[in-house]
């Protein structure tokens, strides 16, 4: 079944203790992207990357990290995770950048105490 | 600015079709309209798009007037498990501030009543 993987679901953590969302697809899509979800704020983007070793800033960069090694894997790493990045992250994937459409992953609902 | 217009709301019977409406009257040549949905804190599913001609697929149709100012996202035989947030959503090939230049709004929440 083609699908954009997020592993966690729940993640509760404190503030300064280095984490890793892991976000796989197999689709072979070459664009793959990361998303926040807060309340009265909609999607916002983290990052993206548009192929492997390409990767660029969206619109909310600040406090993390990503990196695309692999054509299916894109880690969202926070070196040093604060309580304002508490929130509803979203993986996402699409054959490539532009029209295409994109496939979201199922979340990861992160907490940082 | 926002790019899209949507009620905040709407309900609909079960079994009845749910017309959703979208304006967009800055909508520029070259930009797409997109249809997603999310069911409660899932993540968003893809519904549809379209330019300037009307679409359908196994999901729902997209109505696009001949002015593309405004849109109409239809599922024709509404169940419960369509009650999602909708987001009308419009977007260019490529655009600044991330490539896949999709911006979601705050969307209409569908809510299928049995």
């Known amino acids: 079944e083609a699908q954009v993987t997020q592993n966690p679901r729940y993640l509760i953590t404190v503030t300064g203790k280095k984490l890793t969302v892991t976000c796989s697809q197999n689709?072979?899509?070459?664009?793959m992207s990361w998303y926040r979800q807060d309340p009265g704020l909609g999607l916002r983007q983290i990052y993206y990357?548009?192929?492997?070793?390409?990767?660029d800033k969206g619109d909310v960069p600040e406090g993390y990290k990503v990196s695309r090694k692999e054509k299916r894997n894109f880690p969202l790493i926070l070196e040093s995770p604060s309580p304002n990045q508490t929130s509803l992250y979203f993986c996402?994937?699409?054959?490539?950048?532009?029209?295409?459409?994109?496939?979201f992953g199922s979340g990861t609902q992160l907490s940082v105490l | 600015d926002a790019k899209t217009t949507q009620p905040p709301s709407m309900d609909c019977a079960e079994g009845r079709a749910a017309n959703l409406p979208c304006n967009h009257s800055?909508?520029?040549?070259?930009?797409?309209v997109y249809w997603y949905r999310q069911i409660h804190s899932q993540g968003p599913q893809y519904i549809i798009h379209?330019?300037?001609n009307n679409e359908t697929n196994e999901m729902a149709s997209l109505i696009i007037t001949e002015d593309r100012k405004s849109s109409t996202l239809i599922l024709p035989h509404a169940t419960l498990r369509d009650t999602a947030v909708y987001y009308c959503?419009?977007?260019?090939?490529?655009?600044?501030?991330?490539?896949?230049?999709?911006?979601f709004g705050k969307g209409t929440h569908l809510i299928i009543q049995p």
């Open positions: 959503i419009v977007r260019s090939p490529y655009s600044g501030g991330g490539a896949d230049g999709l911006t």
């Open positions: 990357s548009m192929n492997v070793e390409v990767t």
């Open positions: 379209g330019l300037k």
């Open positions: 996402a994937s699409s054959l490539s950048a532009g029209v295409e459409k994109l496939f």
């Open positions: 800055t909508i520029s040549g070259n930009e797409y």
């Open positions: 689709m072979n899509h070459e664009y």
